[in-house]
């Protein structure tokens, strides 16, 4: 089974010889890993601005051209966060589709199995607007000694 | 409950790190490129026809990217052009950091093109801006006409698709219109050369393409006539 470790502040992926076989999905895994770390610190730094709270949600707006599977995000994040201070952090994602923008009548559109007929004026020529989008969007944050604290378990 | 919003790109300080590449690449007129595969398409070979031809004078350096081993930098070191290796001892792409740390002891003044060899891979590297002018996925006959569609992150964003080992056409079942076409679903009006860096063949029109944009990039004329 892939295991988690930290080795000088940082996550490291230990895996079996018969998982390193599948080089392909672990690479894929660790490059995740890398994204889920980075959601963390940005917690961890915005956390220092908000005295008296905790963070129970952060909300990142990942594009479906970005390169990012949103099973392995969630499955690093759970592995990072698992027994620490933020074990109760919870990950919203939301999938962001390709947009263009028709450079004939300006109409923009979500453009679908790459095609990018504009849907107003059938014009071919259309610029990319976003859809590549890996940002960090919200972070829901409770006031210590609130009702609700600790109402999410870490499992 | 309170909402905060963040509105910051989640790889904010690898992006801040590469701006400040960018601004020192410009500054001193280099063009840098990012070269983008999986591992086995031949980046390594390209930099190696590259570098054998470009004029010996010419102000070229090359960081070359892996896991680990400094194979590639012993490979390309027989250039005469000034070389480094980053091993990244397991992480699967180059970020901005690690170019900035390998660039300390080159004086940027005397450089005029960098080239970058990304790790082996077409899906962490997409997400790592490194400050280049240009990234450049290479993509061998050898690999699925396909490639674009399932990997349309790193197609997306490069400027240019270098088609290798194309000697070997004859003998695997390629179609090298239907990854045009792929390509080019992914990212309309993308550019594309097809070489063989064993016969040499189409390699003219790479350096075509590598001269112009290095041209485009220079922003002094005093730095034509240097």
Known sequence: MLKLVWRRGLPRLLCTRREMRQAASVQEIMHELGIANSVLEAVRVEMGLHPGTYPCKVGVRIGEMAAIDQEALRFCFEAIIQDTDLASLELGIEVCPRRHRCRTCGREFIVRDYDFRCPQCASLESTCISGDELELAYLEVEEHGSSSVGAKSSQ | ?226
């Open chain 2, 1 to 226: 409950m309170d909402r905060v919003p963040l509105e910051r790109k989640v790889l904010s300080e690898n992006d801040r790190i590469a701006g400040e590449l960018r601004a020192r690449f410009q500054e001193h007129g280099i063009f840098c490129l990012n070269l983008i595969s999986s591992p086995g398409s031949g980046k390594t070979s390209l930099l190696e026809r590259t570098l054998e031809a470009l004029p010996q004078h010419d102000r070229v350096a090359v960081l070359t990217g892996d896991i680990q081993t400094d194979n590639d930098a012993n490979r390309l070191r027989r250039f005469h052009f000034p070389v480094k290796q980053i091993t990244t001892g397991g992480t699967c792409h180059l970020d901005a950091r690690m170019i900035e740390r390998h660039l300390v002891d080159w004086n940027l003044k005397d450089l005029d093109l960098l080239l970058i060899e990304n790790v082996g891979n077409l899906v962490c590297p997409a997400s790592y801006d490194l400050g280049e002018a240009a990234k450049v996925v290479v993509l061998s006959v050898t690999e699925g006409e396909d490639k674009p569609l399932k990997y349309p992150a790193i197609f997306f964003k490069s400027d240019l698709l270098v088609l290798n080992k194309i000697d070997l056409l004859p003998y695997v079942p390629f179609d090298i219109d239907a990854a045009a076409e792929n390509a080019r679903k992914v990212h309309p009006g993308m550019e594309m050369v097809k070489v063989s860096c064993l016969t040499k063949n189409g390699l003219q029109e790479w350096m075509m393409w590598l001269e112009r944009r290095r041209r485009e990039n220079r922003p002094l004329p005093q730095k034509i006539a240097n």
